[in-house]
């Protein structure tokens, strides 16, 4: 039984009205209709079977990691860094170089080979002067499921495209670590990768594994997502596999490659990859984890001087409580050696006197359109942030709770008459999520006026 699915389809079951409509497939260009401002009819068309299918509505919502009918739709979007300049944003743009998700500074890594190309996963390509914009992304991955627990094991299989030699960079970041005596018996893989217990599980149960500030070569598939954001669905396709098999072929490495420390193998060996999530799909996450993709523009975007603990708004329609999380953009040569950079990791911004901790407002505006583009679609996944302000807002919670404003603002705009999501009053929005328990301010009552 797929434990993840079974209990994604108990949670939609409790709700009858809701259709879920499963291989939908998906949009090109030229597959909305508009009529001036707004969304008409779609088609959807699915690439395995080769069917098409139209869909007509009044209102949408595109909560999608792609963001695709934003993107089709006329709505002004983005993708990649903005420059400093852009939005007056000090963490924004190239980063100056540091030593978090990094090489070690005096047991640098070599990056080419004898001939003075370039080895897997290095780009040959500089980054731009400190400070300016480019469209690199956050290197994307894929979020494992893996226990500890024998019978709750299935196998780290050989992936597809396999080829040991793709992992030179890996095996000399691994040398350098045992040279530097820092892990002299090679490092465990817990400072490879982040594996962090899933919620809700017995402790010691299930584990996530993730990309990680610990080590700078790890399961984040840096400069492999070129393309995903205004590619065709092969593009997309060709960035899952080279993806999975970049992230599945380093723990197949480290099983097998007699060359790799004999502590990281051996702590590797302790887990397998949970036997009870996606059965169907080898025991891997169909979905690729997008950290951050194409960004809807509006008039209103949400930056980093957005993001403060203490501030009061008053068109919140949820809380935020994060970080800026930019995990590395890019990887090239500097000197023949291999350096990562774009690493961001740091507390928000606070108001003198700030008793909200690391919580900050979030506005209805980051999910709307400019008015004279598009005037019945939100975007709560895909929305208007710069790459600073997403940093900090792209975790799920935000998205779920975006989500749920969206759908409350959806409901209030066809009670209308399927007025435009810029004329939804806020405060009916606000009215719905507290009567449902959601914060809109924290801690409750620091922003009631006096």
């Given at each position: 039984m797929?434990?993840?699915?079974?209990?994604?389809?108990?949670?939609?079951?409790?709700?009858?009205?809701?259709?879920?409509?499963?291989?939908?497939?998906?949009?090109?260009?030229?597959?909305?209709?508009?009529?001036?401002?707004?969304?008409?009819?779609?088609?959807?068309?699915?690439?395995?079977?080769?069917?098409?299918?139209?869909?007509?509505?009044?209102?949408?919502?595109?909560?999608?990691?792609?963001?695709?009918?934003?993107?089709?739709?006329?709505?002004s979007?983005?993708?990649?860094?903005?420059?400093?300049?852009?939005?007056n944003?000090?963490?924004?743009?190239?980063?100056?170089?540091?030593?978090?998700?990094?090489?070690?500074?005096?047991?640098?890594?070599?990056?080419?080979?004898?001939?003075?190309?370039?080895?897997?996963?290095?780009s040959?390509?500089?980054?731009?002067?400190?400070?300016?914009?480019?469209?690199n992304?956050?290197?994307f991955?894929?979020?494992?499921?893996?226990?500890?627990?024998?019978?709750?094991?299935?196998?780290?299989?050989?992936?597809?495209?396999?080829?040991?030699?793709?992992?030179?960079?890996?095996?000399?970041?691994?040398?350098?670590?045992v040279?530097?005596?820092?892990?002299?018996?090679?490092?465990?893989?817990?400072?490879?990768?982040?594996?962090?217990?899933?919620?809700?599980?017995?402790?010691?149960?299930?584990?996530?594994?993730?990309?990680?500030?610990?080590?700078a070569?790890?399961?984040?598939?840096?400069?492999?997502?070129?393309?995903?954001?205004?590619?065709?669905?092969?593009?997309?396709?060709?960035?899952?596999?080279?993806?999975?098999?970049?992230?599945?072929?380093m723990?197949?490495?480290?099983?097998?490659?007699?060359?790799?420390?004999?502590?990281?193998?051996?702590?590797?060996?302790?887990?397998?990859?949970?036997?009870?999530?996606?059965?169907?799909?080898n025991?891997?996450p169909?979905?690729?984890?997008?950290?951050?993709g194409?960004?809807?523009v509006?008039e209103?975007?949400?930056?980093?001087?957005?993001?403060?603990?203490?501030?009061?708004?008053?068109?919140?329609?949820?809380?935020?409580?994060?970080?800026?999380?930019?995990?590395?953009?890019?990887?090239?040569v500097?000197?023949?050696?291999a350096?990562?950079?774009?690493?961001?990791?740091?507390?928000?911004?606070?108001?003198?006197?700030?008793?909200?901790?690391?919580?900050?407002?979030i506005?209805?505006?980051?999910?709307?359109?400019?008015?004279?583009?598009v005037?019945?679609?939100?975007?709560?996944?895909?929305?208007?942030?710069?790459?600073?302000?997403?940093?900090?807002?792209?975790?799920?919670?935000?998205?779920?709770?975006l989500?749920?404003?969206?759908?409350?603002?959806?409901?209030?705009?066809?009670?209308?008459?399927?007025?435009?999501?810029?004329s939804?009053?806020?405060?009916?929005?606000?009215?719905?999520?507290?009567?449902?328990?959601?914060?809109?301010?924290?801690?409750k009552?620091?922003?009631?006026?006096?």
């Amino acid at each position: 039984m797929d434990v993840g699915y079974q209990s994604f389809r108990n949670l939609l079951n409790k709700y009858p009205n809701i259709a879920l409509i499963l291989q939908a497939g998906l949009l090109a260009e030229g597959s909305i209709q508009m009529n001036g401002t707004r969304i008409q009819k779609i088609t959807t068309y699915n690439y395995n079977t080769n069917n098409e299918q139209t869909w007509e509505a009044s209102m949408w919502i595109d909560a999608s990691y792609e963001g695709d009918l934003t993107r089709f739709s006329g709505a002004s979007y983005t993708w990649g860094r903005e420059s400093r300049d852009e939005y007056n944003e000090s963490l924004a743009g190239v980063r100056p170089y540091q030593s978090t998700s990094n090489f070690l500074m005096n047991y640098h890594v070599k990056a080419t080979f004898d001939n003075g190309t370039v080895i897997p996963f290095v780009s040959a390509e500089q980054p731009g002067p400190v400070g300016s914009a480019d469209r690199n992304l956050m290197g994307f991955s894929y979020r494992l499921c893996v226990a500890k627990s024998k019978e709750k094991q299935a196998p780290f299989s050989k992936p597809t495209n396999y080829n040991p030699d793709n992992f030179i960079l890996f095996q000399r970041y691994l040398d350098s670590l045992v040279q530097s005596g820092k892990y002299p018996q090679g490092p465990p893989i817990e400072m490879i990768v982040s594996i962090s217990p899933y919620h809700g599980y017995p402790p010691g149960d299930k584990f996530a594994m993730c990309g990680t500030q610990s080590s700078a070569v790890n399961p984040d598939a840096i400069g492999l997502n070129q393309n995903y954001v205004n590619g065709t669905f092969e593009d997309r396709l060709r960035i899952e596999q080279s993806t999975k098999d970049y992230i599945m072929g380093m723990f197949w490495y480290v099983l097998t490659s007699p060359l790799v420390p004999n502590n990281t193998r051996i702590t590797l060996q302790k887990y397998g990859l949970c036997n009870d999530q996606w059965v169907e799909n080898n025991y891997l996450p169909p979905q690729l984890y997008v950290r951050e993709g194409l960004r809807l523009v509006n008039e209103r975007v949400f930056t980093q001087n957005d993001i403060i603990s203490g501030l009061c708004r008053n068109d919140t329609i949820a809380l935020g409580s994060w970080f800026y999380d930019v995990h590395v953009v890019t990887r090239s040569v500097n000197n023949s050696f291999a350096n990562n950079e774009g690493y961001i990791g740091q507390p928000i911004d606070r108001l003198n006197g700030s008793k909200s901790g690391p919580a900050f407002e979030i506005p209805y505006s980051i999910m709307v359109p400019k008015a004279n583009e598009v005037t019945n679609l939100l975007v709560p996944v895909c929305h208007a942030a710069t790459h600073v302000a997403y940093s900090a807002t792209r975790v799920e919670p935000h998205f779920m709770l975006l989500g749920g404003a969206a759908g409350y603002a959806i409901a209030i705009a066809l009670s209308q008459g399927g007025i435009n999501v810029q004329s939804v009053d806020v405060r009916q929005i606000q009215k719905m999520l507290i009567t449902d328990g959601v914060l809109l301010h924290y801690p409750k009552g620091h922003c009631d006026r006096v």
